[in-house]
């Protein structure tokens, strides 16, 4: 208190302070000491905490693998959708995939076979078309030679008179 009569907060915030620190050194006497717990009371409580898990763990271990192997049985049953059920429909279902690929391969290799035979007979069509274009060629060139060559020949011209009663033949005479 200053000497209005008034209180400064911080000046009684340092003397609780002081008398904090005060309490502590003379050993836990005053009004910030906390009282330690009794250590016994805190091993008969983890006593009896233990006992309890144990007690606990030993009915897991009965009860655990009886629920382990029921749990197994269902998931492997084949009844209501179990494993075994859903193993028989995934390898039904492969089963059919495994046929629609054979049957899709088979169409594939039929529609190849079909196009190579086209093309063979594509093929065939136009090797006999070239033959016989190489045959009238041929034919043509023979004719062109032919003509070719008359063309160069001589020209002789006869001219053909026609008999008069009135002149008398070359052998008359």
């Given at each position: ?123 065939d069509l136009l ?47």
């Open positions: 208190m200053d000497a209005n009569g008034t209180s400064d907060p911080l000046d009684d915030a340092q003397e609780s302070a002081r008398e904090r620190i005060r309490g502590l050194r003379e050993g836990g006497v005053g009004a910030a000491a906390t009282p330690e717990p009794d250590l016994r009371s805190v091993l008969s409580r983890a006593e009896q905490n233990v006992g309890a898990m144990h007690d606990a763990a030993r009915e897991l271990a009965a009860l655990l693998p009886t629920r382990v192997e029921a749990a197994v049985a269902r998931a492997l049953s084949a009844d209501e959708g179990g494993l075994g059920r859903r193993l028989d429909e995934v390898r039904g279902d492969l089963l059919q995939t495994s046929a629609a690929v054979e049957r899709i391969e088979r169409d594939l290799v039929a529609e190849r076979l079909g196009r190579v035979e086209d093309l063979e007979v594509l093929v090797s006999a078309g070239l033959a016989a274009l190489r045959a009238q060629m041929s034919g043509l060139a023979v004719r062109v030679d032919a003509l070719a060559s008359q063309i160069e020949a001589p020209l002789q011209v006869t001219v053909a008179r026609a008999n008069s009663p009135q002149r008398p033949g070359p052998a008359a005479g």
